[in-house]
Every structure is written in C-alpha cells, then in structure tokens.
C-alpha cells in the first residue's frame, strides 16, 4: 500500500461502468435516465458514482465520447476513405442500417435520442452541435466535389448535406420504432436516387 493513500480503491471497472451507463442513457434517453437508475445499472453507490464521474452530466459527457468512439463515427471514416461524397454517404446510411438495428446495443442513434424530451438546454445544445458537425463535415465534402466536378456546379450543397442528415436521423427513429435492417437498407437505397448526376 502507498503511505498517505486514503480510502479503498474502487470496487468497480470505470471503462465497464461506462458501457453500463451508455447503455443506460441510449435506451432512456438522457432526462428518463435517473441517478437511482444509473447506480441500478452500475452497480454502485450514489456517492460512489459521484466521486468517479461528477455529476450526471459529466458522466454522460464521457458516455458521449465513449459512444462516439465505439458506435458514432462511422460517418467521418467513410467520409475520409470513400472516394466521392455520394459513395461516402451510401457507406453511411448502408451502416448506419447495421449499426442502428445491432440487437447487441438499443435500437437508433445514441446522441439522436438521448437529447428528446430534455430539459437540459446544455444537454441539447451539445449534442446538437455534434449532429450539426456531421453536417459541416457532409458539406464539406460535397463542396469539395462540387469543385473538381464529380458533382454538377449548381449543387446545393447545404441542402444536399442536410438531406443525408435528416435521412440518417430518420432512419434512426425508424430504427426505435422497429425497423429492421432489411427496411433501413432500403430507405438507404432509396434515398440515394436523389443523389445528383455528374
């Protein structure tokens, strides 16, 4: 034992707590999510719980991170290996399609969901913002082949991205409310119809 160290050390697994409470927040929701159901699912103490994250908010701030790492970032992947935006965006939805209807994990998006019904305006806007990112990085790309003429000049390009966007996020919701892949996969096909022609 270390002179001067206090205290028992945790009794839990931080990267498992984690999971549990990812897990947690994605079924829920972020409001819907208590204290008393974290620790449930946890297996801890309230105070125990505060003494490793902080407070609900920060846990779930690290819940988000960990869920984007493991779940969330198929979108930039593909937006970095695919050759064109629209091959990018049909990896997208294609995945997004697997992922969404994994029965390892709750059905949908994890920062799509977590944010309905809240009343954390913090909450809200962070989790905005990171769905507004994946439409600046969709943009982005679709500029980029705006400019060296794998799409036509008079691409909307905004307008483009924020379809892919508001596929992705109904697909997500369909996903809750019981989509199978199968179905997921051919909204994504069929959204992808409405891709411009070079």
């Known amino acids: 034992m270390v002179t001067g160290q206090r205290g028992r050390p945790r009794s839990f697994d931080r990267d498992s707590a984690l999971d549990k409470a990812m897990l947690a927040f994605w079924e829920r929701g972020y409001e819907a999510t208590s204290i008393s159901d974290l620790t449930a699912s946890l297996g801890i103490s309230a105070p125990s719980l505060y003494a490793a994250f902080g407070d609900k ?6 819940v988000v991170v960990v869920y984007g ?6 979108a930039s992947v593909a937006l970095a290996e695919e050759p064109t935006a629209r091959a990018a965006v049909a990896r997208i939805l294609r995945e ?4 969404y209807t994994d029965p390892a994990h709750p059905p949908g998006c994890m920062v799509i969901s977590a944010a309905i019904n809240t009343t954390s305006d913090e909450v809200a806007q962070a989790l905005r913002e990171r769905r507004n990112a ?14 060296t003429g794998a799409l036509p000049a008079d691409t909307d390009a905004r307008a ?3 379809y892919a966007g508001a596929v992705l996020q109904g697909m ?3 996903s809750r409310d019981g989509a199978s892949r ?10 992808l119809l409405a891709w411009p022609a070079a």
Do not use: H, T, W
Not at 69 to 74: A, K, L
Not at 182 to 191: I, Q
């Open 57 to 62: 908010r920060k846990l779930f701030d690290e």
């Open 160 to 162: 483009l991205a924020r």
């Open 134 to 147: 994946n439409l600046v990085m969709f943009e982005s790309r679709i500029r980029a082949d705006v400019a």
């Open 182 to 191: 199968e179905e997921l996969e051919a909204v994504a096909e069929r959204a």
């Open 172 to 174: 997500s919701q369909q």
């Open 69 to 74: 790492g493991r779940y969330g970032d198929f």
């Open 96 to 99: 997004a399609a697997e992922v």
